[in-house]
């Protein structure tokens, strides 16, 4: 079996056992990336100093038999709105191009203490705006699956990267559907975790308040060791907190499993609503309690989302104004030309479209109108989920709407782009963790199944995804 196969277990067991080290691990998967990134493109940058060095010492650790955690030495790739410090951070924007990160964000310095080998930053669409990587200012990341369609956003490069094995794991971020979305159109796991459960210092904002950072990876279990890694109260995030830890004995039999008559829509591929439908009859057999569930409130979701969305992003992406870092039109006359000027280039056509948007939606006239409209159906959408989780454990839904379209396809479309999100806005709106993992193929398109759990559930909703994946074959 070749290396890029071997899931972290199975790579830690092999250096424990001196079958290669970490170095060989390290240069295999860099010359791999070398030669078929090349048509997938799902890598910005490349960080093979620090790869290598980190994976010398790994062998060192291990040459003198320390004990190493489970992720030392396993290739990791990271989206490019997270910083990893002395390297370029780009969050897919010309205006970043340049940009080197000052600082490690906690993530990243967590993970460094594991001992983890960080590859590179993934592509992404331009901060994390988009559902398909086509808004990246640099290229699109095209799907493993298929060349000629996309990877899904905004965290495309990091799931083609894992789905291709050029990284065992990467670290994506989710706004409304930014890891789950394309872990689904790319056939692996993606988890969002609860809002707070890790923290999103360093990594660079969109929106506050829904964003969220989490893993994607090969199986249910990769994706369980990184969030355990990662996951924790952050003195530099106040939103963060300390979760409390669940203790319970899963049983297949005494889980309430709820489906949402809202999510099984006109306009969903009938070949999605099959292959969901037969991951439900699957639990069904397997005697888990199926019951049908509302949330009332679920049409409302995407215009909340792109209400609430664009106003934070108005607000966070103030910052890049060509004056402190960052691109800056230098042959601008006066302060505000190097404002106008600096951003009507740095930004690209969807950023633009959203600030405008942001700004709009807050301004005096129309606050009321729009913005704390949509900041009460969030509220509502929030309660929907807590009455249903009286009643049940976990929600069981599609992840996307359709399987990875093609490249071009919906690019002069923003509101059909919007849709790919219809499934996945709602958890992060109401703050709840939510998992996407392969249920089916139509030919050879993955199909993702997401789990959605209470609020620092992420145990049950991992244990739900592990034995869905024990009894799937595909």
């Known amino acids: 079996m070749e290396l890029r196969q071997l899931t972290i277990s199975q790579l830690h067991e092999g250096l424990l056992k001196k079958d290669f080290s970490a170095k060989e691990i390290c240069q295999d998967f860099l010359r791999r990336i070398e030669k078929d990134d090349k048509k997938i493109k799902s890598f910005l940058t490349l960080t093979p100093e620090l790869a290598l060095s980190q994976a010398k010492e790994?062998?060192?650790?291990?040459?003198?038999?320390?004990?190493?955690?489970?992720?030392?030495?396993?290739?990791?790739?990271?989206?490019?709105?997270?910083?990893?410090k002395e390297s370029r951070c780009t969050a897919g924007s010309k205006i970043l191009e340049s940009y080197i990160a000052p600082y490690d964000a906690t993530v990243i310095e967590k993970l460094k203490l594991t001992d983890a080998v960080i590859l590179g930053k993934t592509n992404l669409d331009e901060f994390a705006m988009g559902a398909s990587t086509e808004n990246s200012a640099f290229f699109p990341t095209r799907n493993p699956y298929d060349l000629e369609r996309v990877s899904g956003g905004s965290s495309g490069g990091s799931a083609a990267a894992v789905?291709?094995?050029?990284?065992?794991?990467?670290?994506?971020?989710?706004?409304?559907?930014?890891?789950?979305?394309?872990?689904?159109?790319?056939?692996?796991?993606?988890?969002?975790?609860?809002?707070?459960?890790?923290?999103?210092?360093?990594?660079?904002?969109?929106?506050?308040?829904?964003?969220?950072?989490?893993?994607?990876?090969?199986?249910?279990?990769d994706a369980r060791i990184v969030f355990e890694a990662i996951r924790g109260k952050d003195p530099a995030d106040s939103t963060s907190v300390e979760p409390k830890t669940s203790i319970f004995n899963f049983q297949i039999s005494k889980l309430k499993v709820g489906v949402p008559k809202e999510y099984f829509i006109e306009g969903m591929d009938k070949e999605v609503e099959k292959i969901i439908r037969e991951a439900i009859e699957k639990f069904k057999k397997s005697g888990a309690i199926i019951k049908e569930i509302s949330l009332p409130h679920a049409e409302y979701a995407v215009p909340c989302y792109y209400i609430i969305t664009p106003a934070e992003i108005s607000a966070n992406l103030a910052r890049f104004d060509g004056i402190k870092y960052g691109f800056s039109q230098k042959k601008a006359k006066n302060l505000l030309d190097v404002y106008l000027e600096t951003r009507g280039e740095g930004f690209g056509d969807e950023v633009r479209r959203r600030i405008m948007i942001g700004t709009f939606v807050l301004s005096a006239d129309y606050y009321d109108s729009y913005y704390s409209r949509a900041q009460k159906i969030r509220t509502l959408i929030k309660k929907d989920f807590e009455n249903a989780f009286k009643e049940v454990d976990v929600i069981l839904t599609p992840t996307a709407p359709t399987p990875a379209f093609k490249i071009g396809e919906k690019a002069d479309d923003p509101l059909s782009m919007y849709l790919c999100d219809i499934f996945t806005v709602s958890a992060n709106l109401a703050g709840l963790p939510a998992i996407s993992l392969p249920a089916g193929r139509i030919g050879n398109l993955p199909v993702g199944l997401q789990i959605i759990g209470k609020p620092f559930e992420e145990e049950l909703i991992l244990k739900t995804a592990e034995f869905f994946e024990s009894i799937s074959e595909f």
């Open 58 to 84: 790994v062998d060192k650790k291990i040459s003198r038999e320390e004990k190493i955690s489970l992720l030392a030495g396993i290739p990791l790739a990271v989206k490019d709105n997270i910083l990893v």
């Open 163 to 221: 789905a291709a094995g050029l990284a065992v794991v990467a670290l994506g971020s989710d706004t409304g559907g930014s890891i789950r979305q394309p872990a689904s159109f790319c056939g692996v796991v993606g988890l969002k975790p609860t809002y707070g459960a890790v923290s999103r210092y360093g990594l660079i904002a969109m929106a506050s308040s829904l964003d969220q950072i989490g893993p994607l990876a090969k199986n249910v279990k």
